[in-house]
Structure formats: structure tokens, C-alpha cells
């Protein structure tokens, strides 16, 4: 008798095991080659079901392909979102793979990320690769620094998940609008654009050269000063100038992608000696379900429409902006916003919560 129990209980357990493992290969199921945006071949899942997004751009272009529901990780900004909530409110549920630059691992095991999605400066970090690599988890650079790679980026996510349809449509979108400013502002000279200070987050933290912003700007007849002035890349994300050098400039006008920026700007009495300044000229840009001009903005399309009617209303005084953006945000994030939330997107008000200090 103790025999077979013996018996019994070793069946039992190699049983246990193989329905383990067929459960485990169940879950992975089938897998595919993916090419991502630093060129690399990896093999995905077929169905990728726990995501793990290692910086906010990459959770936003999920919820325009309306792939949300394969989030499991997020960066902690992204989470308090206004229209990522209303999009997916579960996010404020989600782990957090990524913090203070580093990938946590613990969270990662949590979850049973079966993909994990990363930026450039992640994957030049070994020491943050390799731990992806010990734990299985297979990943894809997700990341641009321009319009054309944002593209590209937005193309590996549909196929990712299936989406090509849903990210051609809104690649499709993105050009018609950038289009439609190009034939209003091709008869403005470079001598006759204003020259535009763009303040990112910080008042004193702006754009370089080869830097996403600088291009929106650009395709919106505006003269990016810093870039102009020659600010570089100093092996940071984030750059800075300081407020002697913008008084050196004394640009036309301000720009800023953080309402709490543009008061300090107007209010402070450091700023007061600037031509700008004294005429009123700071503006806060749009704010939606990405800050629109920011490097890690999915949005770009919309800022560019965005700067080029401040500075050329006539050239757009048919287009009625609340109408375009209620129009954008219910055809590629499924949200039906009422006229209030329309307003303060416009306004760049009360849609993200700033970490940044503002000066």
C-alpha cells in the first residue's frame, strides 16, 4: 500500500510538472521576429498580454492603437495622465519596471512581463540590458528623435500588436496635417519667420540641434533660437541655457509646453527686461495626451498646427481648433471629450501632473 502511494504521488508530481509547463508555453504561445528602431531582430510573443513600458511615450502610442489593455508596466508620470485615465483607467493600477533610470526588476517578475518596451539610453546601458536578458524577457527599442522615426516607431508598435491599419491611419493623419501648414506658410522667407525661444518643461531647459522640437518648429515657419544660437546635446536628454544667454538672444517670442512656466516667465521680474516679456509675447502650447512639442511627444502633427496659429492666425482663421481636436481625439484615442476639457487641452492646463521644477 505505502508503495503505491509512493507510486501515486511521483505520477502526481511529474504530472504537476508537465501541466506546467505546458501552461507556461500556453501563456507564451506563439512567437514571431520583430524588427525594431534600432534594427535589431528579435523574437516577440504572437500576442505579447504583459507589457512593460519603460518610458511614457510608448504607453501613449498603445492607447492610440488601442492596445492598452496589454499594459502591465508604466513609468509613475504616465499614471496620472488625464486622458490615459480616461482612455484606461486601470493604468493607475499598473507596476513600475523603470524608476530613477533604472529597471526594477522585482516589478518585472511581478507582473510575468512577457515583453518589455525601451529607449535608446536603455539600450546603450549593458548593465540595464543584461538584467532583461537573465530574466527571458525579450525587448524592443521603441524610441525617435525625429519626425520621419517617429513614424517608424509608431509602424514596429502596429505591428507589435497588430495594428497596422490603425498606425497607417494615424501616420496618414499626422502628414496631412504637417501638409496642410506647409502649402499656407511656403510663401513666408526664413528672414520673415519670428525667432522663438521654447521653453520644454523648466524655463531655462530648451532645444538642440537634432532635436525633435527644433523640427516642429520648423515645419511651422519658426526660427528655433536656441538651435539657431547653437545649443548642443552635452550627453544628457534634458538641455539647458541660462537666462544670460536668452537675454543675449532676446528673442520675438516664447513659447512653452508648461502653463506653470508661462506665469513665472510673465511674472517674475528676472524676465521683465526682455522685448517678449514686456509685449506679452509667451504662449502656452496645447496639452493633450502628450505635452504636443516635446521630444517624447507622440503629438507633433498638433503642435506644429498648434505654432504655426499663433504666429499666422490669418493664414488659418478657417480652421477651428476646438472642432480639429475633438475630431483628432475621437478618432484615434475613442474619447468623446466635452468643450471644458477641449479648452484646457488648448490651454495646456490640468492634463499632466509636473515633476519639473519651473525654473
Not at 526664413?190 to 518643461?201: F, I, L, M, T, W
Not at 547653437?230 to 513659447?255: H, M, N, R, V
Amino acid at each position: 500500500m505505502k508503495k503505491t502511494w509512493i507510486s501515486l504521488l511521483l505520477v502526481l508530481s511529474i504530472l504537476w510538472t508537465c501541466c506546467a509547463c505546458t501552461g507556461s508555453q500556453v501563456s507564451s504561445g506563439e512567437t514571431r521576429t520583430v524588427t525594431d528602431c534600432m534594427g535589431r531582430k528579435v523574437e516577440i510573443p504572437q500576442n505579447p498580454q504583459s507589457v512593460a513600458c519603460m518610458y511614457s511615450s510608448i504607453a501613449h502610442i498603445m492607447a492610440m492603437l488601442d492596445a492598452e489593455e496589454a499594459l502591465s508596466g508604466t513609468p509613475k508620470g504616465v499614471k496620472s495622465d488625464t486622458l490615459m485615465l480616461m482612455k484606461f483607467p486601470q493604468i493607475a493600477e499598473t507596476a513600475t519596471p523603470y524608476q530613477e533610470g533604472a529597471i526594477n526588476v522585482e516589478e518585472l517578475l511581478r507582473i510575468d512581463a512577457d515583453l518589455a518596451l525601451i529607449r535608446y539610453s536603455t539600450a546603450s546601458n549593458k548593465g540595464e540590458t543584461e538584467k532583461l536578458d537573465k530574466l527571458g524577457i525579450p525587448y524592443l527599442v521603441i524610441d525617435y528623435r525625429s519626425l520621419d522615426e517617429l513614424k517608424t516607431a509608431i509602424r514596429v508598435m502596429g505591428t507589435v500588436f497588430d495594428r497596422e491599419e490603425r498606425a497607417e491611419a494615424y501616420i496618414k493623419f499626422q502628414e496631412e496635417t504637417v501638409d496642410l501648414v506647409a502649402k499656407r506658410l511656403q510663401d513666408i522667407p526664413k528672414e520673415e519667420q519670428p525667432a522663438v525661444y521654447h521653453s520644454v518643461n523648466e524655463a531655462i531647459r530648451t532645444d538642440a540641434q537634432g532635436d525633435i522640437c527644433g523640427e516642429i518648429m520648423q515645419q511651422a515657419a519658426v526660427r528655433d533660437i536656441s538651435i539657431e544660437k547653437g545649443i548642443k546635446q552635452a550627453g544628457s536628454d534634458k538641455i539647458y541655457t541660462t537666462l544670460e544667454e536668452i537675454y543675449k538672444w532676446d528673442p520675438d517670442a516664447f513659447i512653452a509646453n508648461e502653463s506653470s512656466v508661462t506665469e513665472y516667465i510673465l511674472s517674475d521680474m528676472k524676465w521683465k527686461g526682455l522685448t517678449a516679456v514686456r509685449q506679452g509675447k509667451v504662449y502656452t502650447l496645447p496639452v493633450g495626451a502628450t505635452r504636443w512639442c516635446h521630444p517624447g511627444s507622440i503629438e507633433t502633427h498638433m503642435a506644429v498646427l498648434a505654432i504655426a496659429r499663433i504666429f499666422y492666425p490669418q493664414k488659418f482663421s478657417d480652421i477651428n481648433m476646438k472642432a480639429y481636436t475633438k475630431d483628432y481625439y475621437e478618432e484615434f484615442f475613442r474619447l468623446k471629450l466635452d468643450d471644458k476639457t477641449i479648452e484646457k487641452i488648448l490651454k495646456g492646463e490640468g492634463m499632466h501632473n509636473s515633476n519639473s521644477p519651473v525654473r
